[in-house]
């Protein structure tokens, strides 16, 4: 009888080693989605879960809800073009060359297709990869999302307040509440194009719609993907002015604009996010939202707010560069929890690399992988170089301090201006108000010569950009 029970067991033993040992497999292969919602201008500020009184922002707020804040987390450059070369890259804007200012339509240059992206990585391991929304790392076929690991763009190859095909004709001496009161201006006044893939389909693009039919597009990606893994890279136009929303959603008074617009993003990330939890894929997919930017601070009730933090775009304040964050991943990310874990867009590759298990090529990036700080305050990180919107080097920070040194530009026919130095300790002072350097002359010194130390090996080792050859 003995005898008969142990041989039973044996067998059951063996047929549920045979059992795990045939669904391993399918398990362990299993790879994640990954969805980056990148915002256009957004300040710090901007959202109910990141302190707004004024914007509402529940789907948003539930995200963050059921996921995790990031409240050190910063972009590498406080202007369009370079901070979107390095999240896709891993590197810094200089490292790869696209960190002198932004890209217009007369632009002769882009990002170089040699470059390897998240979208290049995800690729390669048999993902669905999808551009969506505002491009602006170059509008040549050769520098557009389908030469940079996307299988399919849809989207505004450079800013809307930009026009076809050199930036010739656009609305001068019209300020933003009028843009604003005649949303028709939306199609009569930019003549901005919007692509699908390399040709334009819409010139020009009517921009009150253009937030929802990014979302649109996105969700129809997603649901014809749901059962292959994918990326969608989603940057939306939007807040950057001019600023349009539909019909539907408009508020005619002019001081409510940036709230209508932000507002009108988060009914659309709603919409995204409800479908990914409709189809049954909120387990297996990693969402992050942020900004390519801080807010820009001159257009007031059409620019956002960076709340605590000083100043915004244009500049290496925090307000400029430290941007809000959420990554939301039911089950793998803790939900309703926040860091202040010292973390990057350049962060982003090299994260999703470790998620897929699969190691980066062997090239010099400036990100770490920050999984550990799902559930953790500690993180690799902990220098950062600021760099000028024009590409100038500015500062650095190093744990808690941050050193700054500023020179404006030059206007012509005006003095040089003069030079600005700073130290904070930002643990202490987040708005940059209280300046140590008098008190900790020898601290200061000390990260200048590693600000300056980590600008020559990235200006050493810089990869080109891609450069249209000259005609003769």
């Keep these: ?19 795990c040992y045939l669904i391993a497999p399918s398990v362990a292969e299993e790879k994640p989605n990954f969805i980056i919602i990148f915002t256009d201008d957004q300040g710090y500020n901007d959202l109910g879960c990141f302190g707004s009184k004024k914007i509402k922002t529940p789907n948003i707020d539930r995200m963050a809800a059921e996921g995790r804040r990031y409240t050190s987390f910063y972009v590498p450059c406080s202007v369009c073009s370079p901070s979107r070369a390095a999240l896709l890259t891993g590197s810094y804007p200089k490292r790869v060359g696209m960190h002198k200012h932004v890209l217009f339509p007369k632009s002769d240059y882009g990002l170089n297709s040699q470059e390897y992206t998240i979208a290049d990585h995800m690729k390669s391991l048999g993902y669905a990869t999808a551009c969506i929304g505002k491009w602006h790392l170059g509008h040549h076929p050769e520098t557009l999302p389908r030469s940079n690991g ?50 334009i389909v819409e010139l020009p693009v009517d921009q009150r719609t253009i937030t929802r039919r990014y979302t649109d597009k996105a969700i129809e990606f997603v649901t014809d993907n749901q059962d292959n893994p994918f990326f969608l890279y989603l940057p939306h136009s939007m807040p950057h002015i001019p600023l349009y929303v539909p019909d539907d959603v408009y508020d005619a008074d002019p001081q409510n604009a940036y709230t209508c617009v932000i507002e009108h993003i988060d009914a659309e990330v709603g919409r995204l996010l409800q479908t990914v939890r409709n189809l049954g894929l909120s387990e297996k997919t990693y969402i992050v939202y942020t900004t390519d930017n801080g807010p820009w601070l001159q257009f007031k009730n059409h620019g956002g707010s960076a709340g605590p933090l000083r100043s915004g775009k244009g500049t290496t304040f925090e307000g400029g560069q430290r941007v809000p964050c959420i990554m939301w991943a039911p089950g793998r990310i803790p939900a309703g929890t926040s860091t202040d874990a010292f973390t990057s867009t350049l962060d982003l590759l090299p994260t999703f690399a470790s998620l897929t298990g699969k190691k980066l090529p062997d090239r010099k990036i400036d990100g770490f992988d920050i999984t550990a700080t799902f559930e953790s305050d500690e993180s690799p990180r902990n220098e950062l170089v600021f760099y000028s919107a024009q590409g100038k080097l500015e500062g650095i920070r190093q744990g808690d301090w941050k050193y700054l040194q500023q020179t404006p530009r030059k206007r012509k026919n005006q003095p040089t201006p003069k030079t600005s130095t700073y130290l904070f300790n930002l643990a202490d002072d987040i708005g940059e108000q209280n300046n140590l350097l008098e008190t900790k002359p020898e601290l200061a010194a000390r990260l200048k010569a590693s600000m300056i ?9 810089a990869r080109p950009v891609w450069r249209k050859e000259k005609t003769k």
């Design 453 to 461: 130390k980590a600008d020559q090996e990235i200006t050493s080792n």
């Design 1 to 19: 009888m003995m005898a008969s029970l142990q041989t039973h067991t044996m067998q059951l033993i063996s047929a549920t080693l045979l059992v």
């Design 150 to 199: 996307f299988d399919s763009y849809f989207g505004i190859p450079y800013s809307n307040d930009m026009n076809h095909p050199e930036n010739q004709g656009k609305p001068r001496n019209v300020s933003s509440n009028e843009l604003w009161a005649d949303q028709e201006s939306a199609i009569k006044l930019w003549n901005t194009p919007l692509m699908s893939n390399e040709e």
